[in-house]
């Protein structure tokens, strides 16, 4: 089947402007331009723009994307399989983002407490105990016990709007991966981390790089931080590192 630009781009519900700029790049080059300019996309393409969007929909550069496709010996099959894979991953992770959402609403309704460790899918009581054990052995029992004391003297208000906070920085810091650790929107984000961890405590710079390890090393907090992205750990470390080292500078 051949299909024209419009008929692609309201088959997979993207705009004609997308495709024009596929083309434009090298992405997505049309079968034939007919000679009344018009662009016309056979099946082979669109089963092509369905792997664009797929390794779009999982946060791939158009750049990363383009080389995938082109690569010599690349297997749609092997990479529908992979996609399958992924989603169910990700089907997963939204699964406990939304179990997160239905306990913040409780929070915030004042039916349910939430410690400021719940801020992505939440701990059990031992749980929480055996962190703040690993903390005061960490970072002192003198610090712990002053962020315990801070987070106690926010209204509820304030605690929801804390963790509200926490969530859009780690979420607006999934949407970058892909950019370099030390591009300036990345350091902007990673500043606004800084400043919102100071809503629990006053973080040294060696902190600042231990959480960076944590968030890679510690399986729960990996797992957590992983809902919003599975690189997003990795990525956060190596952007921790790069801003302080401007700190120290």
Request: charged residues 25%.
């Amino acid at each position: 089947m051949v299909y024209t630009v419009k008929q692609l781009a309201d088959l997979a519900g993207v705009s004609i402007r997308t495709l024009h700029y596929y083309d434009e790049i090298g992405l997505l080059k049309p079968s034939y331009v007919g000679e009344n300019s018009y662009r016309y996309y056979e099946d082979a393409l669109a089963l092509r723009l369905q792997q664009i969007l797929l390794f779009r929909e999982l946060g791939f550069s158009l750049d990363d994307i383009r080389a995938i496709l082109d690569r010599p010996g690349f297997d749609l099959l092997a990479a529908l399989r992979a996609h399958r894979r992924a989603l169910e991953d990700r089907i997963g992770r939204l699964q406990d983002l939304i179990a997160t959402v239905d306990r913040t609403i409780q929070f915030v309704n004042g039916e349910q407490d939430m410690s400021h460790k719940q801020l992505f899918s939440g701990f059990s009581e031992e749980e929480e105990k055996r962190y703040t054990q690993e903390a005061r052995a960490q970072w002192g029992a003198e610090t712990v016990d002053a962020s315990t004391r801070l987070w106690n003297g926010y209204t509820q208000q304030q605690k929801a709007h804390i963790l509200a906070e926490g969530g859009a920085i780690y979420a607006g810091l999934a949407a970058l991966i892909g950019q370099p650790p030390d591009s300036p929107a990345v350091q902007a984000a990673i500043a606004r981390w800084h400043q919102h961890l100071r809503y629990f405590y006053e973080p040294t710079v060696e902190m600042l790089r231990g959480l960076g390890q944590l968030y890679v090393d510690h399986p729960d907090f990996k797992r957590n931080i992983g809902q919003f992205h599975p690189d997003l750990p990795a990525f956060m470390r190596a952007a921790i590192e790069v801003y302080c080292d401007g700190l120290e500078e």
